[in-house]
């Protein structure tokens, strides 16, 4: 392993800490999701630098199959914490409308633009499900944020974990990228402790 590498997941394990920990001063539904989506998305994350590792070619498969699938998983739980913060919203229904048309419209734009360069395969496909429900999650945090401002540095965390999932070739720019999202990410739960 390289330092990079290693400095990396200290640096998203301690930011996993903080966020427990303002889990633990302020217990709610809330912050028990978005822990939960953190957990999920690093351990999918670290499964993607297992790729990057000198293991058989079967199991790099096998990582980034189950790597697309906790960064999934994690995306989801993100949809409970915003929509139990924001209950009470006047703009509730408008945000999810809003998340669901720019990730529908946003996630377009990137399959055309694979279908265009002829990447249109099996894995684009899944690689699509995993960005459309990030870009759902983030997009519905921060137009929630714009009422609830909590939760704007929760939606840009989510959407640069999005981002780093598309950036392909280009580790250290994708573990500088997630690692500040994972920075804006446990904002949330920390600044409740501040």
């Not at 279908?115 to 899944?126: L, N, S, T």
């Not at 759902?136 to 640069?160: D, R, T």
Request: with cysteine; hydrophobic share 60%; net charge positive.
């Amino acid at each position: 392993m390289r330092k990079m590498d290693i400095l990396f997941i200290f640096g998203v394990i301690a930011c996993f800490i903080a966020a427990y920990q303002g889990m633990v001063f302020s217990p709610s539904f809330t912050m028990i999701f978005v822990v939960v989506g953190m957990g999920f998305c690093i351990v999918g994350e670290l499964l993607h630098m297992l790729q990057e590792a000198e293991v058989p070619q079967g199991i790099k498969k096998i990582c980034g199959i189950v790597s697309g699938i906790l960064c999934g998983i994690g995306m989801i739980w993100a949809f409970p914490a915003v929509i139990i913060y924001a209950t009470g919203d006047d703009w509730m229904n408008g945000c999810m409308r809003a998340a669901g048309i720019v990730s529908v419209f946003l996630c377009g734009i990137w399959l055309g633009w694979k279908w265009k360069k002829g990447e249109i395969r099996p894995a684009v496909c899944g690689k699509a499900v995993e960005l459309i429900l990030s870009l759902a999650a983030a997009w519905l945090a921060v137009f929630c944020g714009l009422n609830s401002v909590a939760l704007l540095p929760y939606g840009v965390g989510l959407l640069l974990l999005g981002l780093s999932r598309q950036l392909e070739g280009k580790k250290r720019t994708r573990k500088i990228v997630f690692f500040a999202g994972m920075v804006l990410i446990a904002v949330f739960p920390v600044a409740l402790m501040i």
